[in-house]
């Protein structure tokens, strides 16, 4: 159980483009979802916090407009990179917290790894 | 105050080896404790996770300790396995809020 998918799980794109980036909880449904960045060799740096039908929460630095993020229901979640450029490329990576649990479990996707040309 | 030190920063055993990651957090209101091991190009997967009114919690080879008063964590390895080369994440969270803080990342090789 607890299974966490997204999709794609890359992807290169030119710069100016969009990329949508998607995550889905499979096996159960997520009010809360987060979203990662990870450069390589370093920890993960949380981008935003995703809730189930309100606007995402994101963290200090992290620019709004250009990492658009919809949580549109229980079990999904998604990420746009708006005109990415290639400091964009990234390996992003999504998790989800069961509704529920008594405690702050997160559940982690696959990762989709975005190069930008 | 939101910080999660974690060291060593990498670590080299031999099979059968115990290697021990040390976390220490500074912020009171962390209430969970999750470890997590990840290879490269995967996500993260949680292997453990520990609450502070224990002091110990063991699932398979994989061991938390959990120390209050010293607001420190350790994992432990035992009979540890060249699979089980990867980079491990400690993490912390508090009430109320689902947000992690992680640490730094440990990168272990288990030697054949």
């Known amino acids: 159980g607890a299974v966490v998918s997204q999709h794609p799980s890359w992807v290169i794109c030119k710069s100016g483009t969009s990329v949508k980036i998607e995550c889905r909880s499979l096996?159960?449904?997520?009010?809360?979802m987060f979203w990662y960045r990870q450069f390589p060799k370093q920890s993960l740096m949380l981008m935003a916090t995703?809730?189930?039908?309100?606007?995402?929460?994101?963290e200090q630095g992290v620019e709004k407009d250009k990492f658009l993020i919809n949580h549109a229901s229980l079990t999904l979640s998604t990420l746009t990179v708006t005109s990415a450029h290639p400091e964009d490329s990234s390996f992003y990576i999504c998790?989800?917290?069961?509704?529920?649990?008594?405690?702050?479990?997160?559940?982690f996707g696959p990762g989709t790894r975005l190069t930008v040309l | 105050q939101q910080q999660v030190k974690q060291s060593p920063q990498s670590l080299i055993v031999q099979k059968g080896g115990i290697p021990i990651i040390n976390c220490a957090y500074e912020?009171?209101?962390?209430?969970?404790f999750p470890w997590y091991q990840q290879f490269p190009g995967k996500g993260p997967a949680l292997l453990i996770a520990?609450?502070?009114?224990?002091s110990e919690k063991k699932e398979g080879r994989f061991t938390i300790s959990f120390n209050k008063s010293a607001k420190q964590f350790s994992l432990h390895i035992m009979d540890s396995q060249p699979g089980d080369s990867a980079t491990y994440f400690c993490?912390?969270?508090?009430?109320?809020?689902?947000?992690?803080?992680f640490g730094t990342g440990t990168r272990l090789k288990v030697l054949a």
């Open positions: 998790s989800a917290s069961p509704s529920g649990r008594h405690y702050n479990e997160q559940f």
């Open positions: 096996d159960f449904q997520a009010t809360t």
């Open positions: 995703s809730n189930e039908g309100s606007k995402a929460t994101y």
């Open positions: 912020n009171t209101a962390f209430d969970y």
């Open positions: 520990i609450r502070p009114d224990v």
């Open positions: 993490a912390a969270s508090g009430q109320g809020t689902y947000k992690y803080i």
